[in-house]
Structure formats: structure tokens, C-alpha cells
């Protein structure tokens, strides 16, 4: 710096960084005019607090002979010390006009004003840095050394020592910004005792806009770090409490009067908004008079109501409710006590461990009480629901019955009615803890519900209401915690008295729900009205059911305690109950200890069916000990433990009260539901093997063999592999369900064409089938035996048949003589005759003399309307015959002489014999010729059946005018015959 040069040129040179305290004394000193150093002053801005403050001090230090000036000025026109209007306005006059004569005068004063403005910010700057926090120097302290406590108080003195101001905004910044920014800032950050500062030292600036630095607040933040910045309120002047305004200087500046600003703005030389009274930023709530009261409610719960929404921090929101309550801010209590509960909700009850519910404050203002109830008790715990209910739940209930009375709307019941909601709609793991803590025996105080009657119906709801089928324990537990009465009745008022429960019961189902069940709720309804009487007998009931509901439990099939009431005398569902109980028993091997668990189940069977001491009947009331008996027989057999069951009958039968003729029913019921279900027709294996095997557990009888060889009947008939009509091997229940069970033998022989050469074989599966001392039966069989032998060509075996069947016939007519009329012979004797007809007309059969002897036989067995017919066809085969006898003797005769001239000749040559031979001309047969032919054929043999089909075939009668008999069935239904094989014979509609 050139020393010999002029101040002002030297000052002016320096820029703002580089100027020293020397500088302040030595250059900008010794300049003479107070105007410029006091302008100077006011320009330089530094960040160097003492530097700053030689500045101002110089600064302020020029101004003072203005001031001396100006206030000597006011004074020498007398009006300097009058308070009234006509002296301020004088002292303003003249101050203007002086003003106006010696601007210089006017332009310190300004600069005065704000010299000193400055200067109380400067102060103010030296206390914020004081509160604010220390800066983090990082790399001072080695982290390793951090928590050193030998080194602790050393770092601490050292740092105290040597720590630099230090503020997140500069001096130079600080001194000329926006005061009541840099308030929402330090709000912003959570500086409260570098903003404390400024309200104290700047009150009159920032007190009007109070409300918008405390907007500024982060929500998070706890209202204890920042209480003496919130709003309070004055009862004795009804409002806003206002705030004392601190002051740097104890005595008045002069320039600082209202006379002397408002002069100094005529003249443009200060402007309203200076340094210290900054500009309101638009968006800040501007409030220059105290609020009231009502005014001042409403920003707390504005405010509780925005943590609450944003951050969910309950106890920032219940603080800032206690700190505006302990400033004297009144209508808080509500919403405190909102605030309290919901905290409850949050901190105090029970949680999931994955914690996932979610509450806000506003959800749970939505919710109505019993939502709350129900949320309080989301997720408690059976070791947990009593002390919830008595330290949450129970403080809520009289928050609200004080609410009702408050509002003068008293509701004594509320407390109990939410409660009892509660109760009833709980599981019943919770309900058992419920009732454990209201028991009798306790102390009224302590107990949850207190009075008996009303416990009672809960118990009784809640259990009949819920739809656990294996709870029973749980369910004893809460029976052993109700009230026991001593209500005398005779026994038949005590049956009287349950029979009307029972009928109201499901008289209410049907009213009220209209289904057969209903919830606790509902059945709270159903039970609210009873008396004690009437409960007490309800409570006998209850008894009765679950020990019921034990024993079926321990089998298995225990249904919901309500099945009990809705079902007391419906014979149907009880059955029905029962066989799903011994059904359900058939898993494990057979056993002593199998042995031994199937008698327990027939004593508890027969045990549900008893009436109790109590008059009670058992669930099994409605089935008689006989039905239960039988219905446990018959599921023993249903699971195949066929030793079992014939120990039963052997070495238990007085446990079974049904009668021995019984037992032959139950076993062959168990075997046809066994081959029913079955897959497979071999008797071998599988469920027909268990329909075989059920059949020997009684003793021998007629019926048991039947069923036995119709067993092994459908297991040969499978073994035949015969197609049902889907094209897929018939299955056992076909076989049964067929109604005429000859179509099945007919079934066998078309599917297996050597069948007809086993006749025992058929003929015993016949039998086996049911048709054993049928004749009918029997003869239809070997007709169809027959039949078949015919459509393999093997005649002689179709005639050893018929004859077989004549025999058969022919002994039938013998054994009744003055049978004729009786349709068994006459339908035997038409299906024999037909048989023999059918044969003995056949042209490819070239035994003349057996077809004549059947034919004969066909004369004598048909009846007199068809002898003409058979006669026919008798004669005609005798006229062949008798030609062909002529005709072969002829050519023996023939033969003979040939022979003779043949030797007399000496003899021809074999090209000569070979040339006089004949052979006729036989046309060549192609395939449709072939089938044509036997069409024809077939409509030969067929044509003359003189009987009619039972099953509803139109009779085919020959006619006497026709050689041939080809009038007696056209070529359509040759054919069908043809196609269906031996149905003519049984009847079959097809």
C-alpha cells in the first residue's frame, strides 16, 4: 500500500478482504469529513466480528456532532420537550426545515440510525454463535482416542479455548438480510436458543410473524426444546400473552424517536422498513394483535394434527398438548385424551412380532367403539387378554361413559355393552382366560364380568356360537368357571323344560336367520331373555353336549357344539353322525389293541343314546340301542375286520342288542356295498374279496350262499372279459344292476366263441347267477348253447344240445303231468321246440335222420297251432330224404353195371374213363355272394320260429302256401336276428 497517498484513495483501494484494524485507525481515521467515514462505514462489510464492530464504532463516532447539531436545533425552538400534538407536530417542523437547510446533518442521522441498527445486530450475532453448536472439526480427535475419559477434560478446555465463531451464516450476511428469514431459518434447523435470541432482542420485528417461525418448526421436533417460544395465554387480559422486547442500549437514541424517523422518511432519507424492521415476507402469517382464547386452541390442534399426520409421533403431539396446557391454553383436554388412548393403542398393547398394523390418528378417529375395542385387542394372547382388558380396555370404557354423561347423554350399560361384544365375538382360546378372570369365587373387584346371570349367557352364546370342532378341553374350562345354582325341579318338569328349550331354540333359528346356524351374537339374543331358572337347565344341557362332544372327539368326527341343539330329535342326522363315527374307525391293523378300541366305541355309542341324571337325553336320543348296535355292526364290517366282528358275535354278543337274525341282513348289506364299490369282479383280491369274505362272518345260510356264488359267478363273468356298452370291460355293478341276467351268458358265448363246447361251465355260472332249479332258465341256456354250435357249424355238437334239452323238457312234463297249462313248461317247451325246429331244418346239417328225429321231437313239443308248420317241413325233409335215398341207390345201381360192362369190355384207358366224367359247372362264389348266401341261408333256418320273444318281438308265422317259408320274416329282420345273436332266446327287447 502507497502510504503518501491521499486516505481517501487509499481506503477506497482496499477491498473488503484485505482490510485490517490498522487500516480503520490509521487511513479511514484521518479523514476530516464525517460524511464520507460515516459512509464508508456503512459500506464496508465484514465477516471479522471485531473488525465489524471498529467500523460501526468509528462509524457512530462521526455521527455524534450531527446529533448534538440537530437536537440543538429541535431545542432552540422551544418545542423539543412538549408531549402534546401541537409540540410533536411543531418539533417535526422544525426538525424538517432544519433537515432541509443542512442536509449533511440529515444524511449522518440517517446513517446513524442505521449504524446503530447494525450494531444491535452485531450484538445479536456474538450471542447466536454462542448458543449455536460447535463445529465438527473432524480430523482434531482421532476417532481411536474418541471416548478417552483421561482426555476428555483436556480436549474440552482446549477446544473452549480455541474454537472460532461459528454460525451457518456470515456477519456480512447476517447484518443485512431479512431479519425474519433468518428466524425461519434457525426454526428450520432447530437453532431455539439462537432464535430465542432474536425474539428476545428483536421482538417488536419478529413477534408479529411468531406464528410463521413456528411453522417453521420441523414437525418431529419436541415441543420441551422449544416451550418458551410457543404461544401463551393471559387470563386476566383474556388474550395472547405478548413478549417483553430486550434492549442493547439502556437509554434511547434520539435518532431513534418516532418524530425524528418519520422526518427523516419525509425526506426520503430512511425508508418505513430498515435494517431492524424488516420486510414480511408474502407468505407469513402476519398477527400484530394477541389471539384469543378460541384462537389459540385452534393452533394447537392444528398443529398436535399435522405431527399427527406427518410423523405419527404421539408423544411429540401429547407434549405440545401439555405445554400449551401448561401456558394456560384451556380446550385441549379432549383431544389430549384422544391422544392419550391412541397412545395406549401404539405403546401398550399387544403387538404381532411382524408389527404389521398400521394406525394413523385419523383412522382411529374414524372408528367406532367397538372398533377401538377390537383394535386394543388385535393381537393379545390367552396369557395376556385379562391384564389387557383390565389396564386398556377398562380405562377406555369409563373415558367413554364419562364422554355420555358430559354430553348429557349418561349410558351406565355402555362399559358392559362393548365388553359383552367383545366377549362374544372372541375365539374361544381368549373367551377361557375371560371367564377364568370373572369367576364367582373372585373378588367383584377384580373380576371382569360381574354378574353371574349375564356370564352365563355369554358362556352359552359364545360356546354354541363358535364352529371348533376340537376345542372341547377348552370349552370344559370355561364350563368349570360359570355359576353353579341350586334350582330344585321335579324330573318331569326338568324334561318339559329341556323339550322346550329345544323347540324355542329352533323355532328362533328359523325366525331369526332363517339357516341352521348363527353366530354368538344372534344366540346372545336367543339366551338375554331366559331366567335363572331356565339358564341353570340351559347349563345341564351344555353338561350333557360336551361330554358328548369328548367322546365323539376322541373318534374323530365331532361336529360344532350348536349340531348338538339344532339336531336333538332328528333321527336322520343322528344316524347319520353314528355311521360316520364307526366308519371312520376302520385305519389300523387288527389287533388286540384294535380289538380293544372297537369295544370302547360300541360303549360309547350305546352311552350317547342314555339319558342323563339330569333328564337329559344323550345326542344319540332319537336311535333306539338295537339301531345304534346295528349301525356299529355294520361299520365294524364296513372297514373289513371281519375277526373282529365274529369276535364280537362270539365272545360280546350281549353288548349287541339286535336280534341273530340281524346279523345275516348287516352282512350281506356290508358285502353288496363291498362288491358295489368294487373295480374289479375277481373275488381274489380288493373289495370283492371283501364282499366274499363278509359273507362267511355269520353262520351258513341259504341266502349267503346265493350271494356267495353270485360273487364268484361275477368273477368268472369278468374273467370272460366282456365289453359293456361304453366299450369298456364290464364292472361289478353292471352285472348286478343288469335285469335280466341271461343276457350276460348270451354275452359271454357271442364274445367267446368256443364257450358253447364247455357246456358244465355255462351251465354252472347259470346257476351261480341265481337261476340255480330253473328249467327255463337252463333250457334257454343250452338253446343258446345250441345256437351257437349252429353258428360255428358244429351240428353235432347243436344236437347232442337238443337233445340234452328235449330230455330236459320231456323230465319237466313228467314230473307234472297235469301240468300242461303251466306257463313254465309251456315256455320251456316253446324255447325247446323252436331249438329243435331250428336245427332240424337246416340244410347245411346233412344227418337226415337226426334232423327228422329233431323235427319230430319239435311235432311233439309244439303247440297244436304250429303243428302244420313243423309238419311241413317234416314231410319235406322226408320227400329229400327219400329221393336221396332213391337216388343213391340208383347210382349204386348204375355203379354196378358200369362195373360189370366195364369188365366185360376189358377194361377202358384212363383218358377214356377221365373224358366220360361229368363235373357239373359250379359257378365261381365271390365275397358278397358268400354273405348273400347266408343271408339266405339264415332267412331259411329262421323263417319258421313259430314262438313269440317275451320280450315283445312280434311273432313270425309261417306261411302253408310257401314252400320255402320265406313269407314268415322279411330280409331286414333276418338280418337283425342275424346281428343279435341269441336274444331271440331270452326275451331281450333289443
Known sequence: MDHSADPHTRWTSLDDAHIQHKDVQETLGLIEDDLWVAAACADRLV??????????????????????????????????????????????????????????????????????????????????????????????????????????????????????????????????????????????????????????????????????????????????????????????????????????????????????????????????????????????????????????????????????????????????????????????????????????????????????????????????????????????????????????????????????????????????????????????????????????????????????????????????????????????????????????????????????????????????????????????IFFRPLPISSLSRALDVLDVHLEAGEILGRWGVSPPLQWFLHHYNDDVEQRSLANKLVRRQGSSRADDKDQHKWESVLVDMLKLTETSESGIRGVFGSLSPREVSSIFFAGLLSTGKFDIARHFLVYQRSRLAFEDDAVEDLCLNASREFYDNSSSGNYKFGDMKLAYDCLRVPNTSERLVAEREFIEATSRLCSFNILSRSGLPITPIEIRLTKDRLLLISRVLSSNPDSYRHVDVILELLWKLGFRGDVVAEVKTLAMLADTALQAEDFERARELNERMVQTVLNLRAADPSGAEDPVVQQASEVCWVACFQLGRQPEFDDSDAKLALLGRALELCPPDKLHDVLLSWRRLEKEDVETRRDRLASRTSTARTRKASALNGGLSLQERLRNIQIPSTPLINAEDAVDLASRTFSRVASNFPFSVTGGRHAATPSSSSSDYQGAFDQAQASRMLQKGMGWLLGADE
Open 47 to 524: 465477516d471479522d466480528v471485531n473488525l465489524q464492530r471498529s467500523l460501526l464504532d468509528l462509524g457512530i463516532q462521526r455521527t455524534n456532532k450531527a446529533v448534538e447539531r440537530s437536537k440543538q436545533a429541535q431545542i432552540t425552538e422551544g418545542t423539543a420537550g412538549t408531549g402534546d400534538d401541537s409540540g410533536h407536530t411543531s418539533a417535526q417542523n422544525t426538525l424538517r426545515t432544519y433537515f432541509q437547510r443542512v442536509p449533511t446533518d440529515a444524511k449522518l442521522c440517517y446513517l446513524r440510525v442505521l449504524l446503530l441498527e447494525r450494531l444491535d445486530r452485531l450484538n445479536t450475532f456474538v450471542e447466536v454463535c454462542k448458543s449455536l453448536p460447535a463445529r465438527d472439526d473432524g480430523d482434531e480427535i482421532d476417532a481411536e482416542w474418541e471416548d478417552d475419559p483421561w482426555g476428555a477434560e483436556e480436549v474440552a478446555s482446549s477446544t473452549s479455548q480455541h474454537r472460532p465463531i461459528d454460525s451457518p451464516i456470515p456477519l456480512s450476511e447476517f447484518l443485512v438480510d431479512d431479519l425474519l428469514e433468518i428466524a425461519c431459518f434457525f426454526a428450520t434447523q432447530e437453532y431455539f436458543d439462537a432464535l430465542r435470541t432474536l425474539f428476545d432482542y428483536h421482538t417488536s420485528s419478529i413477534w408479529p410473524s411468531r406464528f410463521a417461525l413456528l411453522d417453521h418448526v420441523p414437525l418431529h421436533a419436541h415441543p420441551v426444546d422449544f416451550r418458551d417460544l410457543l404461544p401463551a395465554y393471559n387470563p386476566d387480559a383474556e388474550a395472547e400473552s405478548s413478549r417483553e422486547d430486550k434492549q442493547w442500549r439502556a437509554d434511547a437514541e434520539w435518532v431513534f424517536r418516532p418524530d425524528v424517523r418519520s422526518v427523516l422518511h419525509i425526506l426520503d432519507f430512511i425508508e418505513e422498513t430498515s435494517v431492524d424492521n424488516p420486510s414480511t415476507p408474502s407468505h407469513a402469517r402476519i398477527h400484530s394483535q394477541p389471539l384469543s382464547l378460541l384462537e389459540l386452541v385452534d393452533w394447537y390442534k392444528d398443529r398436535v394434527m399435522r405431527v399427527m399426520t406427518s410423523t405419527g409421533l404421539v408423544d411429540v403431539a401429547l407434549a405440545t398438548i401439555q405445554h400449551g396446557t401448561a401456558l394456560a391454553v384451556t380446550g385441549l383436554d379432549e383431544l389430549a385424551e384422544e391422544l392419550s388412548l391412541f397412545s395406549r393403542l401404539i405403546y401398550d398393547t399387544t403387538q404381532s412380532e411382524e408389527f404389521d398394523d398400521e394406525w394413523t390418528f385419523s383412522q382411529w378417529q374414524r372408528l367406532l367403539p367397538g372398533e377401538i375395542v377390537s383394535a386394543y385387542l388385535s393381537h393379545t394372547t390367552s396369557a395376556n387378554v385379562a391384564q389387557d382388558i383390565r389396564h386398556i380396555v377398562m380405562p377406555y370404557l369409563f373415558v367413554l361413559e364419562s364422554r355420555a354423561e358430559r354430553a348429557r347423554k349418561p349410558d351406565s350399560e355402555l362399559p358392559t355393552r362393548l365388553l359383552y361384544q367383545y366377549v362374544l365375538s372372541s375365539p374361544l382360546h381368549i373367551l377361557a382366560p375371560i371367564m377364568e378372570a370373572s369367576k364367582p369365587t373372585l373378588p367383584a373387584a377384580q373380576r371382569l364380568i360381574r354378574n353371574d346371570e349375564d356370564m352365563v349367557r355369554l358362556a352359552l352364546a359364545s360356546l354354541y356360537g363358535s364352529e371348533s370342532r376340537g376345542a372341547w378341553p377348552t370349552m370344559s374350562q370355561v364350563f368349570e368357571c360359570l355359576p353353579a345354582w341350586d334350582v330344585t325341579s321335579e324330573g318331569d318338569d326338568k324334561h318339559d323344560e329341556a323339550e322346550a328349550m329345544f323347540t324355542s331354540f329352533k323355532s328362533f333359528l328359523t325366525l331369526s336367520t332363517g339357516s341352521a346356524a348363527c353366530s354368538s351374537a344372534d344366540l346372545y
